[in-house]
C-alpha cells in the first residue's frame, strides 16, 4: 500500500503477475479488497461502510470518503450515473492504467459488507488524456 511513481508501479505489477502466475486483472482488484477486509484496515472499511444508509448512496459518496479514510490515497475522479433503477455506470478518470480493476476490488468487498447483491461489469479503459473505465453495478 505504498506510492510509487507511475514507471515503478507499472513494473511492480508486471512482475507480479509473471512471479504469481496471475492475470493483471485479478492481482489489480487484490488491493481494492485489501482496504476494506484485513483485520489491519478495519478503520478504512468504517468509514467507508457508514458513509451510506445503503450501497448506492455509498457509491455517490465513495470519493469523498475515501479521501476521510486514506488522506494521501491517490484517488481518480469518480462520476456516478443512474443508467435504470438498479443500474449505474462510475466512470474514473486517471492516468493509472488498471485503477478500474482495483475500485472493482474495493466494491465487491463493500457491497459485501452492505449486504447487497451487485454485479460488476468492467467496461473497459479508452485512453485520451486520461483513462475513462466504466464499472456497472
Same mark, same amino acid.
Given at each position: 500500500?505504498?506510492? /510509487?511513481?507511475?514507471?515503478?508501479?507499472?513494473?511492480?505489477?508486471?512482475?507480479?503477475? =509473471?512471479?504469481?502466475?496471475? *492475470?493483471?486483472?485479478?492481482?489489480?482488484?487484490?488491493?481494492?479488497?485489501?482496504?476494506?477486509?484485513?483485520?489491519?484496515?478495519?478503520?478504512?472499511?468504517?468509514?467507508?461502510?457508514?458513509?451510506?444508509?445503503?450501497?448506492?448512496? /455509498?457509491?455517490?459518496?465513495?470519493?469523498?470518503?475515501?479521501?476521510?479514510?486514506?488522506?494521501?490515497? /491517490?484517488?481518480? =475522479?469518480?462520476?456516478?450515473? =443512474?443508467?435504470?433503477?438498479?443500474? /449505474?455506470?462510475?466512470?474514473? #478518470?486517471?492516468?493509472?492504467?488498471?485503477?478500474?480493476?482495483?475500485?472493482?476490488?474495493?466494491?465487491?468487498?463493500?457491497?459485501?459488507?452492505?449486504?447487497?447483491?451487485?454485479?460488476?461489469?468492467? *467496461?473497459?479503459?479508452?485512453?485520451? #488524456?486520461?483513462?475513462?473505465?466504466?464499472?456497472?453495478?
Amino acid at each position: 500500500m505504498m506510492v /510509487f511513481d507511475t514507471p515503478i508501479t507499472i513494473r511492480i505489477v508486471a512482475c507480479a503477475t =509473471k512471479v504469481l502466475n496471475v *492475470g493483471r486483472a485479478d492481482l489489480l482488484q487484490n488491493p481494492g479488497t485489501y482496504l476494506v477486509s484485513q483485520p489491519t484496515q478495519q478503520a478504512v472499511r468504517r468509514l467507508l461502510r457508514f458513509g451510506g444508509v445503503d450501497f448506492v448512496y /455509498f457509491l455517490d459518496d465513495l470519493h469523498d470518503r475515501a479521501r476521510l479514510a486514506v488522506p494521501d490515497l /491517490f484517488l481518480p =475522479k469518480l462520476e456516478l450515473r =443512474k443508467r435504470t433503477v438498479n443500474q /449505474f455506470s462510475l466512470t474514473i #478518470r486517471s492516468d493509472l492504467l488498471g485503477f478500474g480493476r482495483v475500485l472493482i476490488g474495493l466494491l465487491t468487498a463493500m457491497a459485501d459488507d452492505h449486504g447487497a447483491l451487485v454485479m460488476l461489469e468492467y *467496461g473497459g479503459c479508452q485512453e485520451r #488524456r486520461g483513462i475513462d473505465c466504466n464499472c456497472a453495478a
